[in-house]
Each structure stands twice: as structure tokens, then as C-alpha cells.
């Protein structure tokens, strides 16, 4: 039976059956109602636009019936009941996620629009969080004044930056990147943050601070080596550059490379005699390098100076005494110091000459011997040089000894006992061991005059010019002619 109030025909029947299961229900209805119950049809004006993302959890919509100005609305939101609504109509609070807005106007007689209009929607009101991927490290010093930062955040935001107390603005760009103008020295802080598509804008945005140094470093050396050395691995200490500096080196006309340490400081290898050049430059935290480096000059000297004798006593030395006073002179490079010993014992300070007392011995003598060694300015010691010598004590040397020697003298040499015998001497000392003697005789009848020189050393020595009954001779130890 049809709602007008007559009956269907089975072919009627069948074609409704039909369309009840292939026809949303309100189109189904429409089917089935007369023309005149169909209610007006709806239309939304304003509001969220179809599949838009927004960030307003009670967002407003507008709407209208065309077909009938006086007809009453009802609404809803996904899947609650249909209630009056009034134009415009704001919706209870939306969590965020996606939803669905109807609307249906019901005209006089309260017949609802059996097609609603709708708008599907997503809320998101969650500020998105703006992460900084890349640039200066957080409490880094660089020495980039125009450093680069990389940021990212959820698909579809935008972002703006912006560097210590500067206002937010648009990011330098390429995309999702930013580019300061030239900073100047100092701390600085970068900022950034991000607004979603929904337009929701992150209130806690992500910061780097860091600190900006373009100032080369000053590079100073503490310690080491200056003028000469004898060091031939001399070690220097330096410093500047702050905290966190690394240090290059190089000796010479060599590479800078990494210094030997431990610490700041640095050991060279072994150089050789001459004059050198010690370098070192700073690079600071920030990768400053220091372009004027500390240079120190200094000369290796590691060659022992020798010392040369220049004048040193008789290898056989003789004296009366218990001991005989010798002296040696010497000479070395200039600004050396000397140390000289006797015998075997310890060195002590000397200069030139060098005297000292050295003991004598009978027979032969006693042997000695003197070491000089010198030192130079820089404290280079070199081997000692050494003399050799011999102390003779020879007895004391008397007129009586003089007189028997000139006797014996002429004895040797063919004068007659009794006239050797007469033989008178008038000797005089000369020095330590020598005498210059006058001889005659009172011989009667016989002439004999001379004079010469007796000198007692290690052997006895003599030599007499005389003249004998007029005829001259003269008498040595070597000529017995």
C-alpha cells in the first residue's frame, strides 16, 4: 500500500525493494514521501572548509535554507543526536582528531531535510615542537660570525627565527634553515619556532646558545731556551689561547705540527751545533689560529771546549826544599772557566797561571802531574789536559862541594895532585843550583888561574876556562879536553 493511500503492484514492490537496499535511507525516504512532505534543503555558508585542518576547538559555522527562509535547524558533531541549533551556531568543545559537522533545516511542518549538509574537519590545537638539527654545538665557541642552523618540525609547518633579543621573523631559508647576519663577538642565542598547519604556533621555542670569537689567539712562550745552550733537546713551555687551545709547533724552517708535549710545552729532537729558531702558534676553541706566532732564537753548543797549555814546568824539577813551587799557564775559548788539579785530587776553581807546591823526592824525584779542565758558558765540560813532571831535592850545593869539583876537574885532566891540592876557590851563588867559581894556586913555581861555573842539578856539570903555566884550557863534564 502506497502512503497516498492506494495499493502497489507487485513490478512496484520489486522496484522499491530495489532502491531501499542500493539508496542511503534519506534518499529512500525522499523516494517514498510525496512531493509536498519533502523538507527544504540546507546549505553552510561559513565554517571550517571541507577536509581543513584548524586549531579552534569550538569552531563556528554558518548556514541557510534557500527553499525556505523560516525554516528551524537542527545540528550535530559525528555522532551525537541532532539538536536545535540557531545561525551561527558554535559547537561544543572538540578534542583534537577529525570530526564531522551536519546541519539539517526543518521547515513548518516539521519535516527535517533528509540530506544534511556537513563538513568533515580536523582539530588540532598541539603546538608543534621546533627541533634544531644542526649549527653550533649548545655552549660551543665558534669562530663563524655568520653561522648556518638546520630545524625541522611535523609536515606542512612554517617557522621563524630570530637571534638574541631580535623579533621573530621569517627564516633566512633555503628551506628550514637560517643564516644570521655577521655577529660580532660575544654570547648570542638562537631561537626558533614553529606554526602548523592548523596555525598553532610552538610557545617554548628551541634555542641554541653559543659564542661567537673571531679574535686570533696570542700566543706566548714562558720558558725555554735563549742565546746558547748546551741543550741539544731543549724544551719549551708556552701558553695563550685560553681554555681548550691545541698548539702547532716547528724548529727551523720545518712544518708547523702537533708539539710534543706533555701539556703546552714541547721537547725538539736532537739538533745540531748552531743557531735555531723555536716557533709555536695558538688555536683557540673557537679554531682561531693565531697568524703571528712566538718565535724564540737560540744557539746549540754542545762541544766541550779544550784547553791548551801555553807554558808548564821542566819535566825534571829540582829543589832544595821538601817541595818545589811549580806554575802552568793555559788558555781556552773565550768565557770558560777552569778547574785545575795536582795529582789525583779534587779539582778546584783556577785561573792562569796555576801554582802550586808539589812535594820533591830523592834519587830521581817524584813524579806529578797537573789537570786543567775548562768549562764554557754554557756548561759544557771538556776532557782535562794533562802535564808530567818529576821534583828532585838535591842537596844543598856549599863552597866545599864547589871547590871539589873544581879539583876534581883538574885532576882528571892531567894536573899534578900536589897542585890540585893548592888549588884555592872563590865561589858565588848564582841561583838555586848554580855557582860561578875563581880558582888559582899557590903552588910555588906554578901558574894556574881560571874561572867558571859548577852547577849541581840531577848530574853534576861543570865548565872552567883556564890558563895553566900559560897555556889555556877548557875543562867541562862533556870535554875532557
Not at 542511503?24 to 512531493?35: D, G, K, R, S
Not at 580536523?122 to 660570525?145: E, F, L, N
Not at 828532585?392 to 873544581?406: C, F, S, Y
Request: neutral net charge; charged residues 25%; hydrophobic residues 35%.
Amino acid at each position: 500500500r502506497t502512503m497516498t493511500g492506494g495499493w502497489m503492484g507487485p513490478t512496484e514492490q520489486r522496484r522499491r525493494r530495489r532502491l531501499r537496499w542500493s539508496l542511503p535511507a534519506a534518499v529512500l525516504l525522499a523516494l517514498l514521501l510525496p512531493a509536498t512532505a519533502l523538507a527544504a534543503d540546507t546549505t553552510i555558508l561559513t565554517g571550517p572548509a571541507e577536509g581543513a585542518t584548524i586549531a579552534d576547538a569550538t569552531p563556528d559555522f554558518t548556514f541557510t535554507s534557500e527553499d525556505d527562509p523560516a525554516a528551524t535547524f537542527e545540528c550535530r558533531v559525528d555522532t551525537d543526536f541532532f539538536e536545535v541549533c540557531s545561525d551561527p551556531h558554535t559547537t561544543k568543545f572538540l578534542i583534537d582528531g577529525t570530526h564531522i559537522f551536519e546541519v539539517r533545516a526543518v521547515d513548518a511542518g516539521s519535516n527535517p531535510d533528509l540530506t544534511p549538509a556537513f563538513r568533515n574537519f580536523t582539530v588540532d590545537t598541539t603546538p608543534p615542537d621546533a627541533t634544531i638539527d644542526s649549527g653550533p654545538a649548545g655552549g660551543s665557541t665558534i669562530s663563524d660570525p655568520t653561522p648556518t642552523f638546520g630545524f625541522s618540525s611535523e609536515a606542512g609547518a612554517t617557522f621563524e627565527c630570530r637571534v638574541d633579543t631580535d623579533s621573530f621573523g621569517p627564516c633566512s631559508g633555503p628551506v628550514d634553515t637560517h643564516t644570521p647576519g655577521a655577529l660580532g663577538d660575544g654570547a648570542h642565542t638562537f631561537e626558533v619556532r614553529a606554526t602548523d598547519a592548523a596555525g598553532n604556533t610552538n610557545l617554548t621555542p628551541s634555542s641554541r646558545s653559543f659564542t661567537v670569537d673571531t679574535t686570533p689567539p696570542d700566543t706566548g712562550i714562558d720558558s725555554g731556551p735563549s742565546g746558547t745552550t748546551a741543550d741539544v733537546t731543549p724544551t719549551f713551555d708556552f701558553s695563550g689561547g685560553g681554555v681548550g687551545a691545541t698548539y702547532e709547533c716547528r724548529v727551523d724552517a720545518g712544518g708547523f705540527g702537533a708539539c710534543s708535549g706533555p701539556g703546552r710545552s714541547h721537547t725538539t729532537g736532537v739538533l745540531s751545533d748552531g743557531a735555531h729558531t723555536f716557533a709555536v702558534r695558538a688555536t683557540d676553541a673557537a679554531g682561531n689560529v693565531d697568524l703571528s706566532p712566538a718565535t724564540r732564537a737560540f744557539t746549540v753548543d754542545a762541544t766541550a771546549p779544550a784547553v791548551e797549555i801555553t807554558n808548564q814546568p821542566s819535566t825534571r824539577v829540582q829543589t832544595r826544599e821538601k817541595s818545589a813551587r811549580v806554575a802552568v799557564e793555559f788558555l781556552s775559548e773565550a768565557g770558560a772557566v777552569f778547574e785545575c788539579r795536582l795529582d789525583d785530587r779534587a779539582y778546584q776553581p783556577c785561573s792562569s797561571p796555576f801554582s802550586t807546591p808539589a812535594a820533591a823526592g830523592s834519587g830521581k824525584g817524584r813524579e806529578h802531574s797537573i789537570s786543567v779542565r775548562a768549562t764554557d758558558a754554557v756548561g759544557n765540560t771538556g776532557a782535562p789536559t794533562r802535564i808530567e813532571f818529576r821534583v828532585r831535592r838535591a842537596p844543598p850545593l856549599e863552597k866545599r862541594a864547589a871547590l871539589k869539583t873544581v879539583r876534581t876537574a883538574l885532576k882528571r885532566h892531567g894536573f899534578a895532585r900536589r897542585v890540585v891540592r893548592s888549588v884555592e876557590a872563590d865561589c858565588k851563588r848564582r841561583g838555586r843550583y848554580r855557582f860561578a867559581c875563581r880558582f888559582s894556586t899557590r903552588f910555588p913555581g906554578y901558574q894556574l888561574r881560571g874561572r867558571g861555573k859548577v852547577k849541581l842539578g840531577e848530574s853534576l856539570s861543570y865548565a872552567f876556562r883556564v890558563k895553566a903555566q900559560g897555556v889555556r884550557l877548557t875543562l867541562t863534564d862533556e870535554n875532557e879536553g
